[in-house]
C-alpha cells in the first residue's frame, strides 16, 4: 500500500507558476511509475506527466509539454510538478498517483495508488 499526500495546489493568474508536491509513504524512486493527472468538471481524467525515476525516463500530455516539469525526489519520496506558464485551461483538480512495476503504463486506469487531490485555478 503506498499512500500519497499532494500540496501546493491554489489559485494564481494566468501566465503565473506553481509547484505542486505529493509525499509518497514509501520508497518509490525506483520499482514504481508515479505520475500527475488532472480532471475538470465534466471531463475525464487525463495524464499531465509521468516518470519513472530510476530511468530518468518522463512522458507528458500534449497540452502541457514545455510548460510543466515532474521530477522526483529520492531522499524525501517526493514527487513534484512544476508548472509555469498557466493558463485557464489548466485549471482542474490534480492528483498524484503510482504503480509498481518497471515501466510507465499508457492508461490511468492501470494507475494503482492515488492520492486525494490539489485544486488549481487559473483566472484569465
Known amino acids: 500500500q503506498v499512500k500519497l499526500v499532494e500540496s501546493g495546489g491554489g489559485s494564481v493568474q494566468a501566465g503565473g507558476s506553481l509547484r505542486l508536491s505529493c509525499a509518497a509513504s514509501t520508497y518509490t524512486y525506483s520499482g514504481y511509475c508515479m505520475g500527475w493527472f488532472r480532471q475538470a468538471p465534466g471531463k475525464e481524467r487525463e495524464e499531465v506527466a509521468t516518470?519513472?525515476?530510476?530511468?530518468?525516463?518522463?512522458h507528458y500530455g500534449d497540452s502541457v509539454k514545455g510548460r510543466f516539469t515532474i521530477s522526483q525526489d529520492n531522499a524525501k519520496n517526493t514527487l513534484y510538478l512544476q508548472m509555469n506558464s498557466l493558463k485557464p485551461e489548466d485549471t482542474a483538480m490534480y492528483f498524484c498517483?503510482?504503480?509498481?512495476?518497471?515501466?510507465?503504463?499508457?492508461?490511468?486506469?492501470?494507475?494503482?495508488?492515488w492520492g486525494q487531490g490539489t485544486q488549481v485555478t487559473v483566472s484569465s
Open positions: 498517483a503510482a504503480v509498481r512495476g518497471t515501466w510507465c503504463p499508457p492508461l490511468v486506469q492501470d494507475f494503482a495508488y
Open positions: 516518470i519513472y525515476a530510476s530511468d530518468g525516463i518522463t
